[in-house]
């Protein structure tokens, strides 16, 4: 296994490709990521596309310069066509839910439609929820709903998830990440609870595409110094040999730069 410190850009450390649909699922910074990854990935003669399949508050001005919101899908895909490119970043959403305050996601085939279309350089989708928890165990009966035109997969988890109690409170459904992992209710989550959340065929990565990459992203690096115990996560990962992974990301999606290092095969 290497480990690359030269590489500064989500782009070079994802090995992003033009047309991507990238889902995100697990927890620990989906959200900022999203907003880093389409900073990144924005163009003038291009639009990236952020949106969700399942829920997400309403972003700042300063993480998307324009939220459309529509139930019709007719709609959404016409104004794209014949606006998005003059945006560089667009967020789409069905509709603003009033109880929560959230804006509720899109189709999976929706998501297809507009990476189809040409204005469209990448769309990028918040695939579940985690509540703000730097770790989850995902609800197999719903998700998470990674749309199977997804070619790139990332499962994130913060660090800051490593050492902390099994609960709800640092866990989300800490109850099924619990029957995962085999740690109890109140025990220490582990590297090895972590990687067998990322790996397991119930956990994070539940559901992805059997042709997509998928790369997991260590985030909050910047809440740890010691690089080592990051590297250990992601040298079990890799040591599992996992068909569809070939690296694991460090980083920190809320800071410059935000790669600290890529651990390959």
Do not use: W
Not at 1 to 23: L, Q, Y
Not at 27 to 55: D, N, P, Q
């Amino acid at each position: 296994m290497t480990s690359d410190h030269t590489i500064n850009t989500f782009r070079e450390a994802f090995g992003i490709r033009p047309k991507e649909v990238i889902s995100l699922v697990g927890a620990g910074g989906k959200t900022t990521l999203m907003f880093a990854l389409s900073r990144e990935l924005a163009t003038h003669k291009k639009v990236v596309i952020t949106t969700t399949t399942a829920k997400i508050f309403p972003p700042s001005s300063s993480e998307t310069p324009f939220v459309l919101v529509s139930r019709d899908e007719e709609e959404i895909v016409d104004y794209i066509v014949k606006n998005a490119s003059r945006k560089g970043h667009v967020t789409v959403a069905s509709e603003l839910l009033p109880d929560s305050g959230k804006l509720q996601g899109i189709s999976p085939l929706l998501v297809s439609r507009l990476i189809a279309l040409n204005p469209v350089s990448h769309v990028i989708v918040e695939a579940d929820g985690a509540s703000k928890r730097p770790l989850k165990a995902p609800n197999p009966e719903y998700e998470p709903v990674i749309p199977p035109c997804t070619s790139l997969v990332i499962p994130i988890v913060g660090i800051d998830a490593l050492g902390c109690r099994l609960s709800e409170e640092n866990v989300f459904r800490s109850e099924i990440a619990s029957k995962l992992t085999g740690i109890p209710l109140g025990g220490t989550v582990s590297a090895e609870a972590i990687v067998n959340l990322m790996l397991h065929p119930f956990g994070i990565t539940r559901g992805s595409p059997a042709e997509a990459r998928i790369i997991p992203f260590i985030n909050k690096m910047d809440l740890n110094v010691d690089l080592s115990i990051a590297r250990v996560i992601g040298s079990k990962i890799l040591a599992a040999k996992h068909t569809q992974i070939d690296r694991v990301v460090l980083g920190q999606a809320q800071f410059h730069p935000p790669v600290v290092e890529v651990i390959s095969n």
